[in-house]
Protein backbone atom coordinates (compact mmCIF):
# COMPACT_ATOMS: atom_id res chain seq x y z
CA UNK A 1 0.00 0.00 0.00
CA UNK A 2 2.54 2.10 0.59
CA UNK A 3 4.36 2.24 -2.87
CA UNK A 4 0.64 2.67 -4.02
CA UNK A 5 0.25 5.76 -2.21
CA UNK A 6 3.66 7.17 -3.34
CA UNK A 7 2.54 6.44 -6.48
CA UNK A 8 -0.06 9.11 -6.36
CA UNK A 9 2.48 11.86 -5.56
CA UNK A 10 6.22 12.08 -6.94
CA UNK A 11 7.35 8.69 -5.98
CA UNK A 12 10.58 9.28 -5.14
CA UNK A 13 10.45 12.51 -3.08
CA UNK A 14 10.96 11.46 0.39
CA UNK A 15 13.44 8.44 -0.09
CA UNK A 16 17.23 8.34 -0.25
CA UNK A 17 18.94 7.92 -3.38
CA UNK A 18 19.43 4.36 -2.82
CA UNK A 19 15.87 3.46 -1.87
CA UNK A 20 14.69 5.92 -5.12
CA UNK A 21 16.58 4.04 -7.60
CA UNK A 22 15.30 1.08 -6.62
CA UNK A 23 11.57 2.30 -6.34
CA UNK A 24 11.96 3.48 -10.26
CA UNK A 25 14.04 0.13 -11.12
CA UNK A 26 11.83 -1.95 -9.33
CA UNK A 27 8.82 -0.32 -11.71
CA UNK A 28 10.84 -0.13 -14.84
CA UNK A 29 11.13 -3.86 -14.50
CA UNK A 30 7.49 -4.56 -13.91
CA UNK A 31 5.94 -2.30 -16.40
CA UNK A 32 8.45 -4.07 -19.08
CA UNK A 33 7.60 -7.36 -17.49
CA UNK A 34 3.74 -6.52 -17.94
CA UNK A 35 4.48 -4.35 -21.19
CA UNK A 36 2.74 -1.76 -19.44
CA UNK A 37 3.34 1.60 -19.67
CA UNK A 38 3.69 4.29 -16.05
CA UNK A 39 4.41 7.77 -16.27
CA UNK A 40 6.27 9.45 -13.84
CA UNK A 41 6.66 13.11 -12.90
CA UNK A 42 9.75 13.98 -11.05
CA UNK A 43 11.98 16.97 -10.67
CA UNK A 44 14.78 14.28 -10.43
CA UNK A 45 16.65 13.75 -13.73
CA UNK A 46 18.77 10.71 -12.14
CA UNK A 47 15.68 9.09 -12.18
CA UNK A 48 15.19 9.04 -16.26
CA UNK A 49 18.08 7.21 -16.93
CA UNK A 50 15.45 3.76 -16.29
CA UNK A 51 13.13 5.65 -18.72
CA UNK A 52 11.99 4.97 -22.39
CA UNK A 53 10.74 8.15 -22.80
CA UNK A 54 11.89 11.75 -21.66
CA UNK A 55 9.90 14.50 -21.79
CA UNK A 56 10.63 18.29 -20.40
CA UNK A 57 8.10 20.28 -19.58
CA UNK A 58 9.51 23.66 -20.82
CA UNK A 59 7.49 27.31 -20.45
CA UNK A 60 3.99 25.48 -20.52
CA UNK A 61 5.14 22.77 -23.26
CA UNK A 62 6.43 19.25 -23.18
CA UNK A 63 9.60 18.86 -25.33
CA UNK A 64 10.49 15.15 -26.40
CA UNK A 65 13.76 14.00 -25.45
CA UNK A 66 13.74 10.38 -26.43
CA UNK A 67 16.45 8.42 -26.51
Known amino acids: ?6 LF ?12 YD ?6 REAHERQKAI ?6 ERMTQWSDKVYHMEDGRLKNENK
Not at 1 to 6: E, K, V
Not at 9 to 20: F, G, M, R
Open 39 to 44: VMVTHD
Open 1 to 6: MAIARS
Open 23 to 28: EVKLLA
Open 9 to 20: NEPTASLDSEHA
